[in-house]
């Protein structure tokens, strides 16, 4: 549990620093974006036949942070948003 944590804190961090611009994002969602992003990931990669969801993997990881990517964009989509109101 620790590590699925620990990984989902380095994905959230790669996802911002890969996606261009500032995110007004805290710790806490950065992380659970990554949790997120890593549960698409490792579910994609189960798909493909080339681990478990719960298992680390360079295809599960690359696209564990691509999802991250997009869900902080979606996440910044709907705080933006809401900000504007």
Do not use: C, W, Y
Not at 47 to 73: C, K, P, R, W, Y
């Amino acid at each position: 549990m620790i590590g699925f944590i620990v990984a989902g804190r380095i994905i959230g961090a790669l996802a911002r620093l890969i996606k261009p611009g500032r995110q007004h994002l805290g710790i806490i969602a950065t992380l659970l974006l990554g949790l997120v992003g890593s549960i698409i990931g490792g579910s994609i990669a189960n798909l493909l036949g080339t681990g478990d969801v719960f298992e680390l993997n360079v295809l599960g990881f690359i696209v564990s942070v691509i999802a991250a990517v997009l869900l902080i964009g979606v996440a910044e989509g709907v705080t933006g948003a809401r900000a504007k109101r």
